[in-house]
T-cell receptor, first 114, second 115 residues
Framework: ETGVTQTPRHLVMGMTNKKSLKCEQH?????MYWYKQSAKKPLELMFV???????ENNSVPSRFSPECPNSSHLFLHLHTLQPEDSALYLC?????????????FGSGTRLTVV | AQTVTQSQPEMSVQEAETVTLSCTYD???????LFWYKQPPSRQMILVIR??????QNATENRFSVNFQKAAKSFSLKISDSQLGDAAMYFC????????????FGQGTRLTINP
């Protein structure tokens, strides 16, 4: 395993449903991230957490609600999504916000909104 | 804001040959980090190679090397002796030393290895 685990791997939800994506890392990293990966578009950064504090929110619609209860876990709560929200949602972590290291990514959750 | 551009949506190469993937970026900063990530069908993004802008020497990792041209804001990836397992999407990424220091990605290049 990669060190960053995302569940579920696949998710199909209706527009009126509420679901949550989970991300877990046991690398001792202090920063965690949510990215959205849509077809033919660059990865879009959604949220950044450092030591459980949100440090960046890139104009993400309120139907996406992140939660970071501790430095090892990150959630993305979903409600009343739109079909255009269908995408691969990637979680990543890094030792800290700064520094030369790259990110460690999970394998993503493939979300389909019907 | 920084931007990263990968102008080759798709590339293909014969097995055992060499291929170069292009990446350019736009920034006003003098210090930053550049990365190449690989995303195979398993979907996990894997770090291939990293370059610190203050280092003039090009980074190398086994069969992977970069050509970092700071003045031209160019950061290409060379894969030597291509193997079937190298088939994947390749993403170039920029990381600032300031602010939230987030990774900014290019659009990606899909690399196919022909046996």
């Amino acid at each position: 395993e990669t060190g960053v685990t995302q569940t579920p791997r696949h998710l199909v939800m209706g527009m009126t449903n509420k679901k949550s994506l989970k991300c877990e890392q046991h690398l001792g990293h202090n920063a965690m991230y949510w990215y959205k990966q849509s077809a033919k578009k660059p990865l879009e950064l959604m949220f950044v957490y450092s030591l459980e504090e949100r440090v960046e929110n890139n104009s993400v619609p309120s139907r996406f609600s992140p939660e970071c209860p501790n430095s090892s876990h990150l959630f993305l709560h979903l409600h009343t999504l739109q079909p255009e929200d269908s995408a691969l949602y990637l979680c990543a972590s890094s030792q800290d916000i700064g520094g030369p290291g790259g990110y460690t990514f999970g394998s993503g959750t493939r979300l389909t909104v019907v | 804001a920084q931007t990263v551009t990968q102008s080759q949506p798709e590339m293909s190469v014969q097995e055992a040959e060499t291929v170069t993937l292009s990446c350019t970026y736009d920034t006003s900063e003098s210090d930053y980090y550049l990365f190449w990530y690989k995303q195979p069908p398993s979907r996990q993004m894997i770090l291939v190679i990293r370059q610190e802008a203050y280092k003039q020497q090009n980074a190398t990792e086994n069969r992977f090397s970069v050509n970092f041209q700071k003045a031209a804001k160019s950061f290409s990836l060379k894969i030597s002796d291509s193997q079937l397992g190298d088939a994947a999407m390749y993403f170039c990424a920029y990381r600032s030393l300031y602010g939230a220091q987030k990774l900014v990605f290019g659009q990606g290049t899909r690399l196919t290895i022909n046996p």
